[in-house]
């Protein structure tokens, strides 16, 4: 196998500056999407929304719970 064919598992790769702001960019992009997806969601339909978030509390509550 050649290097740098399976970045995917390489841990140790270092990215340069330029790289590391590139990446950072599509995170923001991305967290930005889904920011506004989930806007638009809860303005649609608020009372689905704060149901969905309490079952996710309840459940995450019951998961912590039993450690």
Not at 41 to 62: H, K, M, N, S
Request: glycine fraction near 8%; aromatic fraction near 6%; charge should be positive.
């Amino acid at each position: 196998m050649a290097l740098g064919t399976n970045k995917a598992n390489d841990m140790t790769e270092a990215f340069t500056p330029i790289q590391l702001q590139d990446k950072l960019g599509q995170l923001r992009e991305g967290l930005t999407d889904t920011d506004q997806r989930v806007r638009s969601i809860v303005q649609e339909r608020p009372f689905v929304a704060v149901l969905g978030a309490l079952a996710t509390g309840y459940f995450l509550g019951r998961l912590i719970a039993r450690r």
